[in-house]
């Protein structure tokens, strides 16, 4: 059962009208100020199905750019109506007009009418609407959040305060488990999805929003019939810079590269893994084959993957508890190390490719340093398994030193202590162990996090051993919040706000201080103006992948 009394189910379209569980605050304090609960997205849990078992929501943020075909004109924000603040304002900061047509199940993203913020324009059932149409000149521009629960996909609108989903896509046979959003895609297909069964589907997110039906149209089906693996996807993502080249994490501890210019039918064939234990890497004997190469990773699920900014380096976690690091253009390991106690469930690289965030099932927020090739900070501060870390690159220190340099990292985890974690890691105070202690000894301490306070970097292609606890310096969270009633699954930072999601598909929307600058009568919101354009608008909060 989901619990209706929290706000999230509200059949009211007004952030205002979301009433929280006794013990749920609607903001958060920081030194910069108070983030505030704006508003929710959730599903209609009545038209989902469990016949293939539970899953954990994933979250992805999607900015649809402009159609790349002419279009007709975009829509100038005042024709939204101003019963919603929040989706006038919204377009102003994320693309105005968003959209070229309006359709009627396209929500605050599409409008070139006037749409009345009390009506259920956008909702779940209005994709078999008899006044829903086809449009092909619909160019969907606008941010989106893709998200899984049960069998279904759903899309929602960030622009609008409508809580339902625009749009539903619905799998017969088995479970959608991950996904992921590429916005610089050049040929239409923009969105990865990998299923429980092990297949993987490419499609164009445009042209699913374009389509009234609650089926993925337009498709490419790789991994058919479990052709090349039977295990499920537990993570996906495209290959920054890649020409339209992508990797899918499985259970079995398998990677696969794949390249979606080539027939998802056409089968790869690969050796038979000789060491288990071993990291190794095949590729298929032929150059129409799909996928074109298989990394063996480790025994047991794969359990998240991230890509640095750049797509230099591939940093995977699993159920064996180590953090890998690989050079991906080489194939090579370069890096890693366990955790202090069981499996790592998620992982996230800084902006500048300099740390790691990891985290799972001893509760610690890891910090592992490219430099130093080892972990040089844990975060204490969850009661239960840390199931989604991130890097808030929009946040700025307030004690840059003007270089560009960053001096001082804020990040996020969440858990399923359903908390929200903020910290602030500032490297050039932290203090950092010079060796291990001696027996009957003392350890010796630095500040800083340079290679030289260390008495070597590790080799390269060396996986640490878990450090002792008084090997590590501790770190505690700048915030502690409560966010959600049920375990959380991930997050997402903006420029704007902060999104935190529950593991049974409820999003939270946390507007970040002075972003809401006033409020009118009918307590309606209105977006900052201010916008910067930066690289996160196509960023993932992952799901840990782990079974329930």
């Known amino acids: 059962m989901i619990n209706t009394t929290n706000g999230m189910i509200s059949t009211s379209s007004s952030s205002t009208a979301n009433p929280q569980s006794p013990g749920l605050k609607t903001y958060f304090k920081t030194p910069e100020g108070r983030y505030k609960l704006h508003y929710e997205k959730t599903h209609l849990s009545g038209l989902l199905h469990s016949a293939h078992g539970k899953t954990v929501t994933q979250v992805t943020l999607a900015h649809l750019k402009d159609?790349?075909?002419?279009?007709?004109?975009?829509?100038?924000?005042?024709?939204?109506?101003?019963?919603?603040?929040?989706r006038s304002a919204a377009a102003r900061l994320l693309g105005a007009g968003n959209g070229s047509r309006a359709l009627s199940f396209v929500g605050g993203n599409g409008g070139s009418k006037s749409l009345s913020g009390s009506s259920r324009i956008g909702s779940l059932g209005a994709s078999s609407s008899s006044n829903s149409i086809t449009n092909t000149n619909f160019d969907g521009k606008g941010t989106y959040l893709i998200f899984n629960v049960g069998d279904a996909i759903f899309i929602s609108d960030l622009n609008s305060q409508d809580k339902d989903p625009i749009k539903s896509i619905h799998f017969s046979n088995s479970n959608p488990i991950c996904h992921a959003f590429d916005q610089d895609a050049k040929d239409g297909h923009d969105l990865l999805i990998g299923l429980n069964s092990g297949d993987v589907y490419s499609v164009s997110l445009r042209q699913q929003l374009q389509d009234v039906g609650k089926k993925l149209v337009g498709?490419?089906?790789?991994?058919?019939?479990?052709?090349?693996?039977?295990?499920?996807?537990?993570?996906?993502?495209?290959?920054?810079?890649?020409?339209?080249?992508?990797?899918?994490?499985?259970?079995?501890?398998?990677?696969?590269?794949y390249e979606k210019n080539k027939d998802g039918a056409a089968e790869s064939s690969f050796p038979v893994i000789k060491d288990q234990t071993q990291f190794s890497v095949a590729h298929a004997r032929y150059s129409k084959s799909n996928p074109i190469a298989r990394w063996h990773i480790c025994q047991g699920s794969i359990n998240s993957i991230a890509f640095s900014t750049?797509?230099?380096?591939?940093?995977?976690?699993?159920?064996?508890?180590?953090?890998?690091?690989f050079d991906y253009s080489k194939e090579q390991l370069v890096c890693g190390g366990k955790s202090y106690y069981g499996a790592l469930l998620c992982c996230a690289w800084s902006m500048d490719a300099k740390y790691i965030l990891t985290g799972g099932e001893d509760d610690l927020v890891q910090v592992w340093s490219m430099e130093d090739r080892k972990v040089v900070a844990w975060g204490e501060g969850h009661n239960s398994w840390v199931s989604g870390v991130g890097f808030d690159s929009y946040w700025s220190s307030p004690n840059s030193d003007g270089t560009g340099?960053?001096?001082?990292?804020?990040?996020?985890?969440?858990?399923?202590?359903?908390?929200?974690?903020?910290?602030?890691?500032?490297?050039?105070?932290i203090v950092v162990p010079l060796?291990?202690?001696p027996p009957g000894g003392s350890p010796?301490?630095?500040?800083?996090?340079?290679?030289?306070?260390?008495?070597?970097?590790?080799?390269?292609?060396?996986?640490?051993?878990?450090?002792?606890?008084?090997?590590?310096?501790k770190i505690s969270p700048l915030v502690t919040h409560r966010v959600h009633t049920e375990p959380l699954s991930g997050l997402i930072f903006t420029e704007e706000?902060?999104?935190?999601?529950?593991?049974?598909?409820?999003?939270?929307?946390?507007?970040?201080?002075?972003?809401?600058?006033s409020q009118s009568s009918n307590s309606e919101s209105m977006l900052s103006t201010s916008s910067k354009d930066k690289p996160l608008l196509s960023s993932k909060v992952g799901s840990s992948s782990y079974k329930q």
């Open 67 to 86: 159609k790349p075909a002419p279009s007709t004109p975009t829509a100038p924000t005042s024709s939204f109506s101003a019963s919603s603040g929040v």
């Open 219 to 257: 498709a490419q089906h790789y991994n058919k019939d479990s052709s090349v693996n039977s295990s499920r996807c537990t993570s996906i993502a495209w290959v920054p810079g890649g020409e339209g080249a992508f990797v899918v994490a499985h259970a079995d501890g398998n990677l696969y590269v």
């Open 310 to 325: 750049d797509g230099t380096y591939l940093a995977t976690v699993g159920r064996d508890g180590f953090l890998r690091v």
């Open 405 to 429: 340099e960053t001096v001082m990292y804020r990040f996020g985890s969440v858990g399923q202590d359903t908390q929200l974690l903020l910290w602030d890691l500032e490297m050039d105070e």
């Open 435 to 437: 060796r291990r202690c």
């Open 444 to 473: 010796t301490y630095s500040a800083g996090s340079q290679s030289s306070h260390w008495d070597n970097v590790s080799p390269l292609g060396t996986l640490q051993p878990a450090p002792s606890m008084r090997d590590v310096p």
């Open 497 to 517: 706000s902060v999104l935190t999601v529950c593991r049974e598909g409820h999003i939270k929307i946390w507007v970040r201080p002075g972003v809401v600058e």
